[in-house]
């Protein structure tokens, strides 16, 4: 399974997102400039995390023009995975793969922790690895992360189990309904403000991410036993 | 558009507008008589005057620092250049430095701080390094009145919007309040980068003939002067000095970085050298990459991009803005430079050449508005040498007996302390940095040092950044080398072999001489702990003038030190581990109350002398516990600090759901008295006696880890029980219950 790493001016979490897959799943993943037209012979898309353009306009407003994207939209329509952490959700907003918007946090300021989240939905191929309702631990870091879509969208959401990633504890951003994490509803395009790719080694803290990338390398015929 | 009528040579000479730049009457009539043999032009008045500012060099504390060691075989690189750099082996190196952010601070505190953030990053980029950390020590008054809210406020979201945006973690520092700092907040930022030693730059610019090019965002009028503007004090009438701060855009150094690297990392064949624009904008840059390389250099100023109309030569070479860099690219090769530039968004345009001569050439519109031996600008400095006093206060205050606090109940005492806003949970304020990002981050903020792993190996390097202007204040030079000690015990106790330190001085206004010795004492304590610890100075920088309204700070040195871990799996944190496990107190206490946590918040004042201590010993104390460490020994470690041993035990519990029972061989104040280079360390049962054998004489048992959420202490007058849910929450909640309150 080959990897792209859509990698726009100002993403920041491009490398981190590339160890996570690379050196510690040990799956090829690949760094694609977001000038480029083509995602030919990928099997999967990931967007970083990041401040794409510096956030300014809002966050994702401007990386939603790039040559790249798309391509994205092509790939997503095709069935093929994408997911996008916190800024890559806030562009898969933008460019209308998924709904809704980000906002600012209800603070008003960047917060950088570990949250505690519910798996509200395990039957997508980025968290079947996670039990039903599994309590389990990833860090947060962003300023505009509070989920927010009108009314029927949200009922819609809901109702079609489109929610996947629930804030347990705290809500700490605002978001509508603890949102943290939602996916389209054809079931392979999800967005998540909470970083998995900082969740991947014991010598950091936290493997709760891990799972995220292993269920979708092993949906494409990954061996679990290649983990380093 | 009106282009203001620059005075004439002769005019300059009448009516003095140096004296204002901060050029002193006796410099300038140097420069024209000595220097030039002419009287120098508007332009070339105003490149002296930035340049022979004290933020540029060092005419006032060039003697002083002399004393520093900044040698031994890990120093790859040391004071000079935009950062230093020390060998860690594998042919890596990394790459720090620190600088000082104070008066753009306390004018513009959001702007001031992130520029200060964006600053530092980029002296480390300059290097050829990736950064790969951030650091900030921050010094504000009490939190008490709506300005110092907003101050801390719009510093930290400055801090945090800089460094978030670039994608470089802020893992640690550190935050005091003390009301000498109310009007001149110390805003001081370390970057830390790791570079391949076959990738090291240098600021230089030679072989005639070789391209000037700048690369970057466009120059404006901003920050014009602010070299100048640091290297005098603050006054309510000059309420005009907010133009002098310039404003951040880190999404264009983010670009700036990572073509620079590709640059360094890729290219080197076409680059000779590259500096970054930072105090003195292009003037310092493009003159100390010629003078380093002994070379002349010719700048055609009408090339500089602009966003401003109708800019002077003065203001183009002045300008302070941000987010960029002067490179030497060899002949031929400047198409490719573009072209790489270009490719991020940015500008990359030929400015100038190096020449044979040795002189420093401006044209604009088609004059010669410069010409001047480069070395006048920055060789040629009249070093002043200051005159020194020992403060009157010193004076009084031996003969003074020593302050004791007598008898204490100590679990109210602790409690209260807790919240002492210096001693207080910070998280409030780091949690708006991303201290995670490149996932190297092993331990971040609120700890003793911050720990990042480096990729590809098993090494790690812990970090801190350290300065206690109250035990500097009482005593320059013990609290000098109790500056670079508590750096050391930070690193030591989390499990690093110290290796080298950058430093931020941070003074008054130096023409005063006891200001002056304060300087001059502090560095001599530095240089003596530095020396015995063998880590030298290798980067740094002098922040004087740091007084508002006549009033000095406390004389604080901020000390970043770097340490390295060859076994990242070998790091300590505070926190204990597991029930039953063995307290021991390494190093011996005495009364040592001055400068306290417990004496200002008892007295609500700073007195009293220090008692000068041995370091010898404690580095020897040190080394011990290293190879303990090492020997897998200890469990978790804590160097003691702020509020002493009291305060120590209690942060020791904070992170976990554990308990203390412990009996301490001392009267119940020395909890708190803050005897420097002591550790509380938690060892595991079986591993007691090896221990001790290493530690002997150094270590006295204090107790054990409990399963109960309380500290229960014996001292030698009575006995003390602190319930740590409590204690956790006084801790946690002080800070933001401060910020909220009411004026």
Redesign the interface.
């Known amino acids: 399974m080959k990897i792209a790493i859509i990698v726009f001016?100002?993403s920041?979490?491009d490398?981190?997102l590339f160890?996570?897959l690379h050196?510690v799943c040990g799956a090829t993943a690949q760094y694609v400039s977001y000038q480029e037209k083509s995602l030919a012979g990928f099997d999967a898309v990931m967007i970083p995390?990041?401040?794409s353009?510096?956030?300014?306009l809002r966050c994702g407003a401007i990386a939603r023009f790039s040559n790249i994207m798309p391509e994205v939209v092509r790939f997503a329509a095709a069935g093929k995975p994408v997911l996008g952490i916190c800024n890559g959700f806030q562009i898969l907003t933008e460019a209308g793969l998924l709904p809704g918007a980000l906002k600012r946090n209800n603070g008003l300021?960047?917060?950088?922790?570990t949250t505690a989240l519910t798996v509200e939905n395990n039957e997508t191929p980025f968290t079947n690895q996670y039990q039903a309702k599994e309590k389990i631990y990833l860090?947060i870091?962003h300023?505009d992360g509070s989920y927010y879509a009108q009314k029927d969208v949200l009922a819609q959401l809901e109702a079609k189990h489109q929610v996947v990633f629930r804030y347990a504890d705290e809500n700490p951003n605002g978001s509508l309904n603890d949102i943290a994490g939602i996916i389209n509803e054809t079931g392979n395009v999800l967005g998540m403000m909470p970083?998995p790719?900082?969740a991947?080694?014991a010598?950091?803290?936290n493997v709760d991410g891990l799972r995220v990338f292993t269920a979708l390398l092993a949906g494409n015929g990954y061996q679990k036993e290649a983990i380093r | 558009m009106t282009v203001e009528l620059e005075m004439s040579p002769q005019e300059i000479k009448e009516k003095k507008p140096y004296l204002e730049w901060g050029l002193s009457e006796k410099e300038y009539d140097y420069i024209a008589q000595k220097l030039l043999g002419r009287l120098p032009n508007y332009t070339e008045t105003g490149l002296f005057a930035v340049m022979w500012s004290e933020h540029c060099s060092y005419k006032k504390s060039k003697a002083v620092l002399r004393e520093f060691p900044n040698k031994n075989a890990r120093v790859l690189q040391g004071p000079g250049e935009g950062a230093g750099i020390i060998d860690i082996g594998d042919g890596q190196g990394i790459v720090f430095k620190a600088e000082s952010h104070n008066h753009p601070s306390a004018v513009e505190p959001y702007a001031g701080a992130a520029t200060g953030v964006g600053g530092i990053i980029r002296d480390i980029f300059s290097m050829g390094a990736r950064p790969i950390a951030l650091l900030d020590s921050l010094h504000f008054g009490e939190i008490k009145d709506s300005r110092t809210k907003y101050l801390i406020n719009e510093v930290v979201a400055g801090i945090g919007g800089y460094g978030n945006c670039m994608g470089i973690p802020t893992v640690g520092g550190e935050m005091t309040f003390d009301e000498c700092y109310a009007d001149n907040p110390l805003v001081n930022a370390m970057c830390v980068g790791i570079i391949e030693q076959s990738e090291m730059q240098k600021g230089q610019a030679k072989g005639v003939g070789n391209a000037v090019m700048y690369v970057g965002a466009k120059t404006g009028r901003d920050g014009i002067h602010g070299a100048t503007f640091a290297s005098t004090d603050f006054s309510d009438e000059k309420e005009t000095q907010r133009s002098a701060v310039q404003v951040g855009d880190p999404f264009m150094e983010k670009l700036l970085l990572e073509a620079c690297l590709l640059l360094t990392s890729k290219h080197q064949d076409w680059l000779v050298g590259i500096q970054d624009m930072g105090a003195a904008g292009l003037v310092s840059s493009s003159c100390e990459m010629a003078s380093k390389a002994g070379s002349g250099m010719t700048l055609d100023l009408d090339n500089v991009p602009q966003r401003e109309d109708g800019m002077s030569a003065y203001e183009i070479m002045l300008s302070e803005s941000q987010e960029r860099m002067l490179l030497c690219v060899r002949a031929g090769f400047e198409k490719q430079v573009q072209e790489l530039f270009h490719n991020f968004g940015l500008d990359a345009v030929v400015i100038g050449r190096v020449t044979e001569e040795k002189n420093y050439l401006l044209r604009h519109r088609g004059e010669i508005v410069t010409d001047i031996p480069v070395t006048s600008l920055t060789d040629d400095v009249l070093e002043e040498s200051s005159r020194e006093k020992k403060p009157a206060r010193m004076l009084a205050q031996s003969r003074k007996p020593a302050w004791h606090p007598g008898k204490l109940v100590v679990a109210a005492t602790l409690r209260k302390m807790l919240q002492q806003p210096t001693i207080a949970s910070k998280k409030s304020f780091t949690e708006t940095y991303d201290s995670q990002v490149r996932t190297n981050t092993v331990v971040g903020p609120g700890s003793d040092a911050a720990v990042i792993r480096i990729r590809q190996t098993n090494k790690a390097i812990a970090i801190t950044t350290d300065g206690n202007g109250r035990l500097v204040y009482l005593d320059p030079f013990v609290g000098g080398k109790i500056a670079v000690l508590e750096a050391a015990t930070n690193l030591v106790a989390s499990g690093a072999t110290p290796l080298a330190i950058t430093d931020c001085l941070n003074f008054g206004d130096p023409n005063d001489p006891e200001v002056y010795w304060e300087l001059h004492q502090a560095v001599k304590g530095m240089a003596a702990a530095c020396r015995q610890l063998d880590t030298p100075v290798i980067s740094g920088n002098v922040s004087l003038y740091n007084e508002s309204n006549g009033t000095a700070i406390y004389p604080t040195p901020m000390v970043g030190m770097v340490g390295l871990l060859t076994d990242v799996h070998q790091y300590l944190t505070p926190t204990v581990k597991q029930v039953g496990s063995q307290l021991f107190l390494v190093g011996e206490t005495g009364n040592d109350f001055a400068g306290t946590e417990i004496q200002k918040m008892l007295t609500g004042q700073l007195s009293g002398s220090l008692n000068d201590f041995s370091l010898t010993t404690t580095v020897q104390r040190l080394a011990k516990l290293l190879q303990a460490n090492q020997a897998g020994l200890l469990e978790s470690a804590h160097d003691l600090s702020e509020g002493g041993l009291a305060v120590a035990l209690v942060e020791m519990t904070l992170h976990s759901q554990l308990g203390l029972s412990l009996a301490v061989p001392f009267a119940g104040e020395q909890l708190f008295s803050e005897t420097p280079g002591r550790f509380v360390v938690s060892v595991a049962p079986q591993k007691v006696a090896a221990f001790k054998q290493l530690l002997g004489t150094d270590a006295v048992l204090l107790g054990e880890v409990t399963a109960k959420r309380e500290l229960a202490l014996k001292y030698q007058d009575g006995t003390a029980v602190l319930d740590l849910e409590e204690a956790k929450k006084l801790w946690e909640e002080a800070i933001p219950c401060l910020m909220k309150s009411k004026d």
């Open positions: 001016p100002g920041n979490c490398v981190d160890e996570a050196s995390g990041g401040f353009y510096g956030d300014y300021k960047f917060i950088c922790k860090p870091a300023a970083h790719e900082r991947v080694e010598l950091l803290g």
